[in-house]
């Protein structure tokens, strides 16, 4: 496979707040994967690729610059494979996440969609919405202010009113639900997933082999917890996942999050290899579509 050539493209650190080591961290893995089966990687910043230094015909990418999108959707069209695709990780922006995932049927919080400069306490009144989420819906989030959970319409307004002056322009609102948090990370096509209860822990009282029993969590359906995600990633165009879903008391799960390429922090070495072999198995698909 030594002539097989690939540009992996690293996120750019304002699209990783909070985790641009792990970022790093999952490419270069998925990268050095790569290399030990005989590719050759090499790896580009978002603003080499912007810039138009990437050259090579197959890309891994974790690209989320809204720059970086038309030009890795143009070098799809022209024939070059791109993973993720730069269309997918345009959808998993905000407010087209939301209508594709609520198009499509598949469990989403009850949500708005509105102009930051709109009122909108009458209509979130209207629709029975005390508690929400309210997300910037026209870029991927890149400050923590960019997601923000409200308790009363009147706070929601004002947060709204702030994200206009921000110059934010669309924003989508979610409703809040109760349940626990769950986050979870797939490679498409693959039988990959690995979850977690986002707030357990487990630990010792006094430092000895002892620990703690881990919270009661309602039973649920792991096999559809797993087809709702892998649904959800066939909807969006995207082949490497993960994101946070809520588990309701009755054991219904809904996804609130999804994300392109996540950093795979728990699971990294494991998802890497993962990943990999995926990424090998897009390229035979591609280069025999090609022939």
């Not at 994967?33 to 978002?46: A, H, T």
């Not at 923000?148 to 669309?170: D, M, S």
């Not at 998802?271 to 698909?285: F, G, N, T």
Request: proline share 4%; with cysteine; hydrophobic share 40%.
């Amino acid at each position: 496979m030594a002539d097989i050539k690939i540009a992996g493209i690293m996120r750019a650190g304002v699209y990783s707040p909070n985790h641009i080591g792990n970022d790093a961290a999952i490419l270069n893995l998925t990268a050095e994967q790569l290399r030990k089966r005989g590719c050759e990687v090499k790896i580009y910043s978002e603003e080499q690729l912007i810039a138009g230094q990437v050259k090579e015909d197959i890309i891994i990418s974790m690209c989320r610059d809204h720059r970086s999108f038309p030009i890795l959707q143009k070098k799809e069209d022209e024939g070059a494979l791109v993973i993720n695709s730069g269309y997918g990780v345009e959808n998993c922006i905000r407010e087209r996440l939301t209508r594709i995932l609520i198009g499509n049927n598949i469990p989403y919080p009850e949500s708005l969609m509105v102009n930051t400069n709109e009122v909108i306490i009458p209509m979130m009144k209207q629709a029975k919405m005390e508690r929400v989420w309210i997300k910037r819906g026209d870029l991927y989030a890149m400050h923590k202010e960019d997601v923000t959970y409200v308790r009363h319409p009147e706070e929601a307004q004002e947060v709204l009113q702030e994200y206009f002056l921000r110059g934010i322009k669309r924003a989508v609102i979610n409703r809040h639900l109760e349940g626990d948090l769950i986050k979870f990370y797939g490679v498409y096509g693959t039988p990959y997933f690995y979850w977690f209860f986002h707030f357990d822990k487990t630990y010792s009282k006094d430092g000895s082999d002892s620990v703690e029993e881990l919270p009661q969590h309602p039973s649920f359906d792991l096999d559809h917890f797993k087809a709702i995600c892998n649904k959800a990633a066939e909807a969006l165009d995207i082949k490497i996942y993960g994101g946070d879903c809520i588990l309701s008391p009755e054991g219904e799960i809904t996804i609130i999050d999804f994300n392109d390429w996540p950093s795979f922090a728990p699971c990294r070495v494991e998802a890497s290899a993962v990943i990999a072999r995926a990424i090998l198995s897009e390229i035979k698909k591609h280069k025999r579509g090609n022939n």
